[in-house]
């Protein structure tokens, strides 16, 4: 009965924009919002972790945190400096596929963002100190967020034990001690070289400003800036199967920690929705399946967090039960498969209820995402990058709307298999690590 | 390299080439926060509202009277009677709500604070109308079920325990209770211990429940897509059943015997890669108006990048990857905390430099500008969203500020001087509050030692 009065109106999604090409090869949008006196300065690299020199893992976020060390017109310190002085922030991310830098201000400080932007995009000014200094930072950055955060260590282990040593993927982008200690001047500059140019950018302004005089600095500021000779990406074969099936660490940790892992179809291709989806079938809120019988039935699970991590040359789908201090894990993996292996047989298809529940919670995060003016310009970015245009909202919607019972069976029936599986345990620590 | 690529371009005879340099910042453009309309429910409850059409979501929010300070010594139940509304209400067992709220893709949560219990409800606006009857049913029917007591409460002894392995984590919580003690009303972990949380009693726990959410004293906060009138009267039909009547609510009275005051307490977490600091000092009177300076000085020192203490601590030395600084008001006081992790080889030079920057230079006019200027991006950014709106406005009503507080303070922010910011200095030095040091004691206890650092190890309780 429910059912019925669920569908509100249709969404009418849009992200007004206008969008267009310098002749350097960057990509420029303008979003105009003109409800609060904000702006968004926001760049997109095409490049990420994914990139990280051969034997210098986590270079490229390291490099994100050198490109806020000063150029030759900016000084050391006054790109922030000068951002925070006019009541602006802003921060960036290093993820797989990309690195992105994003400034936030309010309206009357955008031709501030817009100027040093332009001016780090090829002027950067490294020293050694800069680098020793920053390498520190990230090896701080990597002890609190890894080394003593618990459950931190899993994001270490996971991507070795999924993909093999010459893929991009192999290493988690924060990098070994080891590698960034290595980190080289020479590598520096190269790798600036190589991937910062115009022609691998997208710009996006948004917020409360006037076309006309944006369009004007933008041509100031961005188009004299020379294009580069991209590094061509590596393209490594597909992998559909862990590298490492099984592994066991330990951990500061209070609760064991099951974690499944399987390939799974790269961002916006056929069978990522699904996953998406599924993740919230299995488990999305208290009665949702696997939810509702290892933590509310069998309490063998404290917690179940369960996920598509989605990337360009191939995602995973991620299954982390918290268990119970006394759970037997192998019983908690069978059960995994048990409820995998029925909806993957069509024992147990997705209902039309499952279905609308999850259908309903993606839509309203399409709708909630139009809210701040930085969700909305990275969601274009997001789309641009990854599917080669902005204009991607409905299209978006619709394949969470289209996804079915049949097209999710599909898909686990072919990607998510019990031997394609890769198992990592976290023991609390006093017990013993095996591989 | 800007200025190279620019003037390589060929410039014709009539255009003179301008010197490349920062542009200046432009002129300020208006901005005025929101400020709700309010009306009373026939209940007596008060509502706040605030219209936005530009899409279709309300965001609504009910600040209840009472949270921990009324535990006593059962610490953590108003948060675990928090958490037990959306366990099963009404006719729906928890399951049950569980996946009605999901198939209407809606948000209902429950949490508490010290003095309030607060409960949001985010929706599409088209599902209102079905979901404010569930929300109802879990303000005044919760279920409190033995089977789900079970789970919750074994679940959040679990998540106790595993918080005691965080150190962040464990100056956060059991910071206070160092500083204040056991028996001040800021002093126990509102989310309880193990074992506080253990030994709570379900029919305890929902008797309190029961006395303390009642209408008279609440308020509805509501932001988005539904005029003052529709939702009057939606609410007034969904909240009719509750009694307009007050258990005499009272805000707990403080003393201001700190036993931790000018105290290093230090708690051994062996094997910590890093040291979590977290410096506490109890603040300015609730209501003082030397609240905005302070705010502005909390920025000035760990609120921001380039704030002083970030700036020391991670760009000069590479101690950490981040600290900071704030100033916090409640209805039971205010405070100012520093906090960070730094490398466990660097705790003890970290340390001096932090405390250094706590107690040392005066402010500066620059500073007071940049302050002012990040406060007022803080003020606009928090209005961007219809839950952020909403966060705001449930923060004035817990303070218990007028509902043109976001634009009463912000003007306040703004006209702040540097003298006032000085003054606010009083109350972020560390001898009036307590330093706790979570890290591995074998490491770095000789070096606190050796610089002047006289700690005391504590344990955590039970």
Redesign the interface.
Known sequence: M??A??V??ALALDIPHEHYELDNGLDVLLVQDH????VVVDLWYGVGSYDDPPGESGFAHLFEHLMFMG????GE??F???M???????NASTADDRTNYFD?????????LM??E??RM???DITQDKLD?QR??VR??R???Y????YGKVWLEIPAMLYPETHPYHLSGIGSHEDLLAASLDTVTSFYADWYAPNNATLIIGG?FDPDAVKANVDR?FA???PAELREHVVPPEVVAPVTVEKTITD????PLLVMAWHSPAFFTPGDAELDILA?VLA?????RLE?RL??EE?VV??LEVFQYSNRHGSSFYLMAFA??DADLDAVAAAIDEELAALASGAAPVTE?EL??AV??W??NL??G????LDRVETLQNYLFYTGTADYLDEDLARYQGVTAESIQAVVAERLKPELAARLTVLPEATEETE | MLLLLACAKPVPPEVVAEPITVPEIGARRAFTPPVPEVATLDNGATLWLVEDHDLPIVSLSLVVPGGATDDGDAWGRAALAADMLTEGAGDRDALTLASDLRLLATDVGASSTRTRTILHLDTHRERLEQTLPIFADVVLRPRFEGSDWDRVIDRSVNVARQDREDGPVVASQYGRLQLYGADHPLGPPTHGTPATLAALDRSDTQSWHASRLVAGESTFVVVGDLGLDEARALLDEHFAAWPAETWAYREPVLDGDWPGAGRILLVDLPGSAQTAVRVTVPGYPPGDTIAQAAELAGIVLGGSFTSRLNNLLREQKGYTYGARSWFSEGSLGTEFTASTNVRTDATADALADLVGVLTGDPFSAADRDKAASIARTDAIEAVETRSGLNSALQDLVLRGAAPDGLVTELAASQAVTTEELDRARQWVDPEGGSIVLVGDESVIGAPLKDAGFAYEVVTLPD
């Open positions: 429910l059912l009065w669920l509100p109106s409800r609060l006196p904000q150029t030759e017109l900016v310190g006054e922030d400096g000068r925070e002085a006019g009541g602006g922030w802003n936030v201000g309010p309206a009357e400080l955008l031709d501030v100027f040093m332009a001016d090829t002027g950067l200094l520190e930072v701080n950055e002890r609190q967020n080394e003593d955060a618990p409360d500021w004299p800036l020379e500061q940790v209070e609760l919230s999305g809120g208290a009665d949702a509702a933590v509310n309490r404290q917690e119970s201090p209820r609308a529940q309903n919670g839509e309203m709708v909630y139009l809210e701040g003016l």
